[in-house]
């Protein structure tokens, strides 16, 4: 019978979650996130741009997404993801175009950065894991697993093929490459999308939990909404600054640059191994004890590199690849089970912007520490620290009534 269930929601769900793994592996939170160092010493080298200045690019975005995710949301929510993914990624890919076209005036990166922020934030996970859920009940951990892994297929690819193209053809090159991936993306998101399985004519539990939720009104007047929402807020604050300062981290502890692109490479697979890992353990372990344990060992892992160094590098690039890879799906899937369907976009749209600004504060931290110490110890006991509370409050969050 669990077989069964199993390949009928897939038989049902696969065109969705192809959709939805497209979507996702584009999107500015992933693509664009992913390839973000290789445009910076061209764009030092063509304009004169400091690393601050161009860094900003990056605030500038998050602001823009953590202040319209909730909005973007309740546009899914009343139109559908066709007609708001297809606009979303049809503006932002016409955006990428437009970098092609910068001088050397900072207004031109900034504008450009907020604009494609503005459009792209409803082409998100925000978007897609909503089509998810809605298909997927039996087996949606899994299912979020398989369509949020396109990320890590990103943070893998894009560093490893994009950056020789770029030192051959030049940057404005690779944002057309990158115009050319969202336009191919265009018809298989329009095609293949769906709101609910009610669209497939599919009569049955799935089509019924689509239909039923709580508010965003009601929601956030829970417990639970606040505890969820400083589970991650904690997370990306620890753990997201860390990210792009792994690499610069291990060569000041002497580790070659070979070695540490090496280590990074590895980290972008322990994503994608994360992602399917957590979707498939949330179907068969109740998800707060899951994510209790998991960031536990990301504390561990964060620790061990601090006060370890180098001979725990490896352990350290698999606990935050981990990290990395199980946010997102456990953001998505504690939506669905805890508050329902009918208003995900809204739930998951402030609950992603909580998310966001923890994600766009942990650089500045962790540079912050550097600035002041001259090293990432700190940052990395910072990051141990705070899994305390994730632990916890993880640990304290109620049965599902969300069935």
């Known amino acids: 019978m669990q077989q069964s269930s199993t390949v009928n929601e897939f038989a049902r769900g696969w065109t969705v979650l192809f959709a939805a793994f497209v979507?996702?592996?584009v999107n500015l939170a992933s693509m664009v996130y992913y390839s973000s160092g290789i445009w910076v010493r061209p764009w030092q080298d063509e304009f004169g741009w400091t690393r601050a200045e161009i860094g900003a690019q990056q605030s500038i975005s998050v602001v823009v997404m953590m202040l319209l995710a909730t909005f973007a949301g309740r546009l899914i929510d009343r139109y559908g993801l066709k007609r708001v993914t297809t606009i979303s990624l049809l503006g932002?890919?016409?955006?990428?175009?437009g970098f092609t076209q910068m001088t050397g005036d900072?207004?031109?990166?900034y504008t450009l950065s907020a604009a494609y922020a503005v459009f792209g934030v409803a082409s998100t996970a925000l978007a897609f894991t909503r089509a998810v859920n809605a298909f997927f009940v039996k087996h949606r951990g899994l299912a979020l697993g398989i369509s949020l892994t396109s990320t890590g297929v990103m943070a893998y690819l894009m560093p490893r093929f994009m950056t020789p193209f770029v030192a051959e053809n030049g940057w404005r090159a690779g944002y057309f490459v990158m115009f050319l991936i969202v336009m191919a993306s265009l018809p298989v998101v329009y095609l293949l999308i769906k709101d609910t399985p009610e669209d497939d004519g599919s009569d049955d539990a799935a089509v019924a939990q689509s239909q039923i939720g709580l508010t965003l009104g009601v929601a956030v007047r829970t417990i639970v909404f606040w505890k969820i929402a400083s589970i991650f807020f904690l997370i990306s604050l620890a753990v997201l600054g860390l990210i792009p300062a792994f690499i610069p981290l291990l060569q000041d502890a002497g580790m070659s640059a070979a070695e540490a692109g090496g280590l990074a490479a590895l980290m972008g697979l322990s994503v994608m191994v994360g992602r399917l890992l957590i979707g498939f353990l949330i179907d068969r372990i109740f998800a707060p004890y899951l994510t209790a344990f998991v960031f536990a060992l990301v504390g561990l892992g964060c620790m061990s590199l601090a006060l370890g160094g180098l001979e725990f590098a490896l352990v350290a690039a698999i606990a935050l690849g981990f990290?990395?890879?199980a946010e997102v799906d456990l953001i998505g899937y504690y939506t669905a089970r805890y508050f329902g369907l009918a208003h995900y976009g809204a739930i998951y749209g402030l609950q992603y912007s909580v998310f966001i600004f923890g994600a766009g504060v942990s650089p500045i931290l962790i540079g912050h520490?550097?600035?002041?110490?001259?090293?990432?110890?700190?940052?990395?006991m910072f990051a141990a620290v705070l899994?305390?509370?994730?632990?916890?409050?993880s640990?304290?969050?109620?049965?599902?009534?969300?069935?």
């Not at 900072?106 to 990166?109: A, D, E, F, I, T």
């Not at 520490?369 to 990395?380: H, K, S």
């Not at 899994?387 to 409050?393: C, T």
């Open 106 to 109: 900072l207004w031109m990166l």
């Open 395 to 403: 640990l304290s969050l109620p049965k599902f009534t969300n069935q």
């Open 369 to 380: 520490i550097w600035d002041v110490t001259g090293n990432y110890d700190l940052g990395l």
């Open 92 to 97: 932002y890919g016409v955006l990428l175009l």
């Open 323 to 325: 990290a990395v890879g």
């Open 387 to 393: 899994m305390l509370p994730v632990i916890v409050i």
């Open 23 to 25: 979507g996702i592996g």
